[in-house]
């Protein structure tokens, strides 16, 4: 059974911890998840029933009260199927669509000093994304192993096309344009 993007994150939250939708909305928005997955705060209530219908999740007792204080926990079929896409997204890399690819292959398109300029915008925004994430993670030391290797992971990635981005803006303006 394969899991979407948005699945696998909702289901690997609740095997970390059982909880209610509105406790993981709070995790989500802590950790930053919604920079690298679809997951909408309508949603989740979404997620959370279809994974249960799949027999992924359960709610041990179903309170009378409203949905959201319904805690869901993973069932030994969840954490069987979570681990088996976790273990496949994990050991291959796949292609991922950037929208950057798709700007620089466009670059005919552009002068040399808007180029320019829309790296140094960029970079811009990435320096703030890399210390928007830094604190982030700060702010929720000791991290479990888990939120710990994606802030690691993200900041890498984020590090790369900061470099990429430096290197590029050192060109000097050609003020001709």
Do not use: C
């Not at 949905?67 to 069987?80: D, F, I, L, N, P």
């Not at 994990?90 to 670059?107: D, F, K």
């Not at 982030?136 to 290797?149: F, V």
């Amino acid at each position: 059974m394969e899991l979407t993007p948005a699945e696998l994150t909702v289901l690997g939250l609740i095997i970390e911890r059982p909880q209610h939708g509105y406790d993981l909305e709070q995790v989500i928005e802590q950790r930053g998840i919604r920079q690298w997955t679809d997951i909408g705060f309508s949603s989740i209530y979404y997620l959370l029933t279809k994974l249960e219908k799949r027999g992924l999740l359960h709610v041990p007792e179903t309170p009378a009260a409203a949905k959201s204080r319904r805690v869901y926990h993973a069932t030994t079929k969840g954490r069987e199927v979570a681990a088996r896409n976790t273990l496949a997204l994990v050991a291959a890399p796949r292609p991922i669509p950037h929208p950057l690819l798709v700007g620089l292959a466009n670059l005919p398109l552009l002068s040399e000093r808007e180029y320019r300029q829309a790296l140094r915008t960029r970079l811009a925004q990435i320096e703030a994304r890399i210390a928007a994430v830094q604190s982030a993670r700060q702010a929720q030391a000791p991290l479990p192993p888990t939120a710990r290797e994606v802030f690691s992971y993200s900041l890498s990635l984020l590090t790369a096309e900061r470099q990429w981005l430096v290197a590029r803006v050192q060109v000097p303006d050609d003020e001709q344009d």
